[in-house]
Nanobody, 115 residues
Framework: QVQLVESGGGLVQAGGSLRLSCAASGSIDRFNAMNWFRQAPGKQREWVAS???????SYADAVKGRFTISRDNAKNTVDLQMNTLKPEDTAVYYC?????????WGQGTQVTVSS
């Protein structure tokens, strides 16, 4: 059983920054990759960023150059640094990973960007 808990969401003005954190139960070294997704009101959940156990990162085009994903194996956390936020970044942000073909999700954290 894997538990993922997100934190760090909030309300920010356009152009501002937020840092989200995902805390995992147990070592994150078990996971080949950890990911961030987001879901805006009325829209499907979409992939935002990923980081592998080898620290390779990838980003959706919409956030490339503005968001940075990182991991801290000692703390068992994966963070998402979000800069130059836009109103269209408003969504619930979810942490995600997979272990032994089982997909795990956190409960999500709300990010609201005002114009």
């Amino acid at each position: 059983q894997v538990q993922l808990v997100e934190s760090g969401g909030g309300l920010v003005q356009a152009g501002g920054s937020l840092r989200l954190s995902c805390a995992a139960s147990g070592s994150i070294d078990r996971f080949n990759a950890m990911n961030w997704f987001r879901q805006a009101p009325g829209k499907q959940r979409e992939w935002v960023a990923s980081i592998t156990s080898g620290d390779s990162t990838s980003y959706a085009d919409a956030v490339k150059g503005r968001f940075t994903i990182s991991r801290d194996n000692a703390k068992n956390t994966v963070d998402l640094q979000m800069n130059t936020l836009k109103p269209e970044d408003t969504a619930v942000y979810y942490c995600n990973t997979r272990l032994f073909h089982i997909v795990y999700w956190g409960q999500g954290t709300q990010v609201t960007v005002s114009s």
